[in-house]
């Protein structure tokens, strides 16, 4: 096990820039989940540490040695791909065994070790099939067990669940979660959902465009985004953003341009009239009797409710303005499209970014 | 009693509503078949005429009734004269022409898949275009410089040429199978301990294995159905079973026998071969077309 550090990680392809100097320092044993969309250079990034591409400038250092031109093979790291990439000419017992086999190990310890995986991951009844016998969860587990059979420095996993249905795929995951709290190695985790990252990471890196938006633990990423991308990125359902004015006078609130009062709990880093994004979580709403709207309830027209059983999602349309805002309720609110509602913002958990960097203003 | 009236109801069922259309439909496949038989009767009738002629007994050669009693008479009298070892040389030529091509141009395509250096697409093209240029353009080169090399009429000699004419043939259809590996595995065993070499030989190589199989089958078809660089090259040690049988063509008499006799056991390894290995040789030759 080893702590790893990227420091000012830069990538070309070309004269095309695509990571602009990115530092993550992961403390030994941590799970560490990059995030972002498509084209934000996490899997470049893990390739990097991985040493399947080179990194353009910067150092990457694990266990404290600079590895930046050392072959994959003597950076004892071990990698999860997206696709599996079993060996398919060879049963699961030789997959799991090949780096041991590459190693030069005796047959007898080989046999041990491949035994010893399988049985924490449930493979036994498997050994002698081919990956092409197996379903898309066995895979999986048996590209699992092949990094985790020569017990690295650190694992790398890109996107490992999303060839798998959902039902699995949560399944899946409490499984890595487990096997991270049981082994305790150094993990780097790939993944565009973001409810993977939350549930799995001790600490999430978002990355937009090859650069660190924010890093910290989920649930500070979550109450504290430091800008609208993270904000909007990091939740589901995300955010709610209504774009407004700031006034300071007669209390800190962001006035609509159609004449909607959101409170806000003290005064932002920012200057009188400045143009912001007013942002609540859709958790963050509370319903308000009909036409108490002098004390800051926003009327709202219902588009669309959608009961998930343990809460109900309402699609609303807000003021005259019509500011779509999805509001989660905890109750099972009896309401259907086209009614009128009553929202209450909580303002002790409203965000304010401002409307042009979308840099978090309180 | 029911089952039968149900079998009997069906197809009735079946022609009421479909008559229309079926009946031109059957009528084209039946067509197709048709010229598809014809066709083939076309195409195998030179062969078929010679197999019959190998085992036709010398007296009644040209008769043309295919009532005949059927010798290997033909067959015997070859294994008597240099026939045998005619047919020993192209075994040996085309074995270690096809050996030489697989393990020059084997890595090489794998180079081609794997390594984006500048000017790739211009190497494999050019490999390509030395296939195209007609072989009597380096006859007489090929003539001079083995005089002076000494390598006329030996096996090596004969075999280096296939080797030239084999090798884009391996280089290309080798670089198909190769894209067809996908490189996550390559990549996987780089993690798992593998250099570039041993991740080709332990994963890549493996895996393209009817590739090479296919491959290495077209290049001794090749060599072995070769008969003029072997006409032109060769005097009496290292004469191929093509070359013999043109000898049996002779200003005493033409022995037709002998001739069909040796065209059956030339034609033989090919036919063999083919029908083994068609499938991955049509694999091959398409494979990346289609995203499987």
Redesign the interface.
């Known amino acids: 096990m080893a702590a790893l550090t990227l420091h000012q990680i830069t990538k070309h392809y070309g004269d095309t820039p695509v990571i602009h100097g990115v530092d993550i320092g992961i403390r030994d044993g941590e799970f560490v989940a990059l995030v972002g969309p498509s084209g934000c250079g996490k899997s470049t990034l893990l390739r990097m540490i991985?040493?399947?591409e080179s990194a353009t400038g910067g150092e990457i250092r694990l266990g404290g040695r600079l590895v930046n031109d050392t072959?994959?093979?003597e950076r004892n790291?071990?990698?999860v791909?997206?696709?599996y990439?079993?060996?398919?000419?060879m049963t699961v017992a030789d997959n799991l065994g090949?780096?041991l086999k590459?190693?030069g190990q005796p047959r007898a310890a080989i046999e041990r070790r491949v035994g010893e995986v399988a049985a924490i991951l449930g493979l036994e009844p498997l050994l002698s099939r081919t990956p092409r016998q197996l379903s898309g969860g066995q895979r999986q587990r048996v590209a699992m067990g092949?990094a985790i059979v020569r017990q690295p420095d650190a694992f790398l996993f890109d996107e490992p669940l999303s060839n798998l249905d959902a039902q699995l795929r949560v399944q899946v995951r409490t499984e890595i979660k487990a096997l991270h709290q049981r082994l305790g190695t150094t993990t780097v985790y790939v993944t565009h959902d973001q409810v993977e990252a939350m549930t799995l990471a001790d600490r999430i890196v978002v990355l937009k465009d090859g650069r660190v938006e924010q890093a910290g633990a989920p649930l500070e990423l979550y109450d504290r985004p430091a800008n609208a991308f993270v904000a909007r990125f990091i939740g589901s359902p995300s955010m709610n953003f209504i774009p407004g004015r700031l006034e300071l006078d007669g209390g800190p609130r962001v006035v609509t341009d159609d004449g909607l009062q959101l409170p806000l709990p003290q005064a932002p880093r920012a200057r009188q009239g400045d143009r912001v994004l007013y942002g609540a979580r859709p958790e963050h709403f509370a319903l308000a009797s009909a036409g108490d709207g002098e004390d800051g309830a926003l009327p709202a027209r219902v588009v669309v409710v959608e009961p998930t059983g343990a809460e109900t999602q309402v699609a609303l349309s807000v003021g005259t303005g019509g500011h779509d805002v999805l509001a989660a309720f905890r109750d099972r609110i009896a309401v259907r499209p086209g009614e009128p509602l009553w929202l209450r913002p909580q303002p002790g958990q409203a965000h304010v970014f401002d409307a042009a960097s979308g840099t978090r203003l309180n | 009693m029911a089952s039968t009236d149900a079998a009997l109801q069906i197809p009735a069922l079946d022609t009421a509503s479909g008559a229309r259309r079926k009946r031109p439909g059957r009528l084209r496949r039946h067509g197709r078949a048709a010229a598809a038989l014809a066709l083939l009767a076309a195409t195998l009738f030179p062969f078929l005429w010679l197999v019959q002629l190998a085992f036709k007994p010398a007296a009644d050669l040209f008769d043309s009734s295919l009532l005949f009693v059927p010798t290997l008479d033909g067959f015997r009298a070859l294994l008597q004269g240099s026939f045998p070892r005619s047919f020993l040389n192209s075994l040996a030529v085309s074995t270690l022409s096809t050996a030489m091509s697989l393990a020059i141009g084997v890595p090489a395509a794998y180079a081609l898949t794997r390594w984006r250096f500048p000017g790739r697409r211009h190497v494999a093209l050019w490999i390509l275009v030395t296939r195209m240029a007609p072989p009597i353009a380096f006859t007489i080169p090929f003539f001079l410089a083995y005089r002076w090399l000494g390598l006329q009429d030996t096996l090596l000699g004969l075999a280096l040429v296939y080797l030239t004419f084999n090798l884009a043939i391996v280089i290309w259809l080798m670089q198909t199978f190769f894209e067809a590996v996908p490189t996550a595995l390559e990549e996987a065993a780089y993690i798992d301990g593998c250099g570039v070499w041993q991740a080709f030989w332990r994963i890549t190589l493996p895996l393209a294995a009817p590739g090479v199989a296919a491959t290495a089958v077209l290049c001794f078809i090749f060599a072995w159905n070769d008969f003029f660089y072997a006409l032109i090259l060769t005097r009496t040690q290292a004469v191929t079973a093509p070359v013999a049988i043109v000898n049996f063509l002779q200003y005493e008499g033409w022995e037709w026998s002998k001739i069909a006799a040796g065209g059956t056991l030339v034609m033989f390894p090919v036919v063999l071969f083919t029908v083994l290995v068609r499938k991955y040789l049509v694999h091959g030759l398409t494979a990346g077309g289609v995203k499987d």
């Open positions: 991985a040493g399947l072959p994959p093979r790291i071990a990698m791909f997206q696709n990439a079993l060996y398919p000419h090949f780096a590459l190693q092949r």
